[in-house]
């Protein structure tokens, strides 16, 4: 994912561009096809490139609208064929006529045409900054389901935004202060609530949440997107609800599988893993009519090695996918990614104390894509809790007349909660 940082002064002061360097080389990973660094007046706005769409491949931020409107944006869309393709001067980009369309100038047409409705309306992975100099406000957004990160520290004169806390922590004069309370959220659980950041004074935009800040300082907060608890789907049959899934998960792959490039997947055992493998070499097979423009991307696999721990090993089930599907195989050596080797490489990261015990998996197979040419990396997380044996709708088997499994169910769940 890309990297979106900057610095809006609302006393007129002007913006240090050696201050926004560093506040991208806090987060130099994100940047590796370039950074790009807009710095006039009071405003400095920087932009670091990784092309994964080929929409992407070339692409050039802050884009420019009119009145010196400008966007930044770390995004992904999934329904770019909503919206038509933006006129000179509303999310265009003069000069470059004979490029594809960006993601970032789609969001700023939209964002131009329609400023109250339009964030409802952008499906994807996304987070952005638009500044409008004419009412003097910057506003902020971060998809639905907080796929994209955007963090923002506001003070008396000046207002601070990028993609990763380190970068905010690295601009002049901002103290590294903890958040007491969201450190006592860690400790008692490992969990934070939304929005809680580990340093006091920075905030973090909530999944589905425009930010606005003014010149008085001011934060006016909406939401544009939440879940609907009154939308039902009802179908007579379980067969049609597992249709209806399947059509979900295999949009939604369609939808990532639109890079310029190889697409890497950690692939186990489980459930999630092997479903985003599965769907992928499914829509590779089957779906050439669907194609990205290219054609899809190869997939590649990347997996667990127990030798030690053989009862560990899931390598059966991971070949056979493979094999069903075609795809090569790369085998990390489990053992040489157990927590604490090499710490502390794979030690905690400064915006989050939280180390998962597969994060020495995650880095090594990540490396490995990245060496093998892969511009985009998947992993399923979560998934066999989601869809397992501890998931409960007694209402759900009432409706469907299995009053028998319900009375089961019921009975069960008496047995752990009396």
């Given at each position: 994912?890309?990297?979106?940082?900057?610095?809006?002064?609302?006393?007129?002061?002007?913006?240090?561009?050696?201050?926004?360097?560093?506040?991208?080389?806090?987060?130099?990973?994100?940047?590796?096809?370039?950074?790009?660094?807009?710095?006039?007046?009071?405003?400095?706005?920087?932009?670091?490139?990784?092309?994964?769409?080929?929409?992407?491949?070339?692409?050039?931020?802050?884009?420019?609208?009119?009145?010196?409107?400008?966007?930044?944006?770390?995004?992904?869309?999934?329904?770019?064929?909503?919206?038509?393709?933006?006129?000179?001067?509303?999310?265009?980009a003069p000069g470059r006529d004979e490029c594809p369309v960006t993601d970032a100038q789609l969001i700023l047409a939209e964002l131009l045409r329609d400023p109250d409705g339009g964030p409802a309306r952008i499906l994807g992975d996304f987070a952005w900054a638009l500044w409008d100099p004419r009412s003097r406000e910057l506003r902020l957004a971060r998809d639905a389901m907080g796929m994209r990160a955007l963090y923002y520290r506001v003070e008396p004169q000046r207002v601070l935004f990028a993609t990763e806390v380190k970068q905010i922590l690295a601009a002049d004069r901002v103290p590294r202060k903890l958040n007491e309370l969201a450190v006592a959220w860690h400790l008692s659980g490992m969990q934070t609530p939304p929005g809680q950041v580990f340093y006091a004074g920075i905030d973090s935009v909530l999944p589905g949440e425009e930010v606005r800040v003014g010149a008085d300082a001011r934060l006016r907060r909406s939401v544009f997107w939440r879940p609907d608890p009154r939308h039902r789907i009802r179908y007579r049959r379980d067969e049609e609800y597992a249709e209806h899934l399947r059509e979900l998960i295999i949009d939604a792959m369609r939808a990532r599988l639109r890079t310029r490039g190889p697409a890497g997947v950690s692939l186990?055992?489980?459930?999630?893993?092997?479903?985003?493998?599965?769907?992928?070499?499914?829509?590779?097979?089957?779906?050439?009519?669907?194609?990205?423009?290219?054609?899809?991307?190869?997939?590649?696999?990347?997996?667990?090695?127990?030798?030690?721990?053989?009862?560990?090993?899931?390598?059966?089930?991971?070949?056979?996918?493979?094999?069903?599907?075609?795809?090569?195989?790369?085998?990390?050596?489990?053992?040489?990614?157990?927590?604490?080797?090499?710490?502390?490489?794979?030690?905690?990261?400064?915006?989050?104390?939280?180390?998962?015990?597969?994060?020495?998996?995650?880095?090594?197979?990540?490396?490995?894509?990245?060496?093998?040419?892969?511009?985009?990396?998947?992993?399923?997380?979560?998934?066999?809790?989601?869809?397992?044996?501890?998931?409960?709708?007694?209402?759900?088997?009432?409706?469907?007349?299995?009053?028998?499994?319900?009375?089961?169910?019921?009975?069960r769940l008496r047995a752990i909660y009396r």
């Open positions: 994912m890309s990297g979106i940082c900057g610095i809006i002064r609302f006393d007129g002061g002007p913006v240090s561009r050696e201050e926004l360097l560093r506040m991208a080389n806090a987060a130099a990973h994100r940047g590796p096809h370039g950074t790009f660094v807009h710095c006039e007046d009071s405003v400095g706005l920087v932009y670091q490139s990784l092309e994964i769409t080929p929409e992407s491949v070339g692409e050039r931020q802050p884009v420019a609208g009119p009145a010196g409107t400008l966007l930044l944006a770390d995004a992904r869309l999934d329904n770019r064929g909503d919206f038509p393709s933006p006129a000179s001067g509303a999310g265009g186990s055992g489980g459930l999630d893993s092997a479903t985003i493998a599965s769907v992928a070499g499914w829509l590779r097979e089957r779906d050439a009519s669907g194609a990205p423009v290219g054609g899809w991307p190869q997939i590649l696999a990347y997996t667990w090695a127990f030798t030690e721990l053989p009862q560990c090993d899931e390598r059966e089930n991971v070949y056979r996918i493979a094999s069903a599907y075609v795809l090569p195989v790369r085998e990390i050596p489990a053992e040489e990614t157990y927590p604490l080797v090499d710490y502390p490489a794979h030690g905690p990261d400064e915006d989050d104390p939280f180390i998962s015990m597969f994060q020495p998996f995650i880095d090594t197979a990540a490396d490995a894509a990245r060496d093998d040419g892969a511009v985009v990396f998947f992993q399923g997380v979560r998934g066999d809790m989601m869809c397992g044996g501890g998931v409960t709708d007694v209402q759900g088997l009432v409706r469907a007349g299995r009053f028998s499994d319900a009375r089961a169910e019921l009975a």
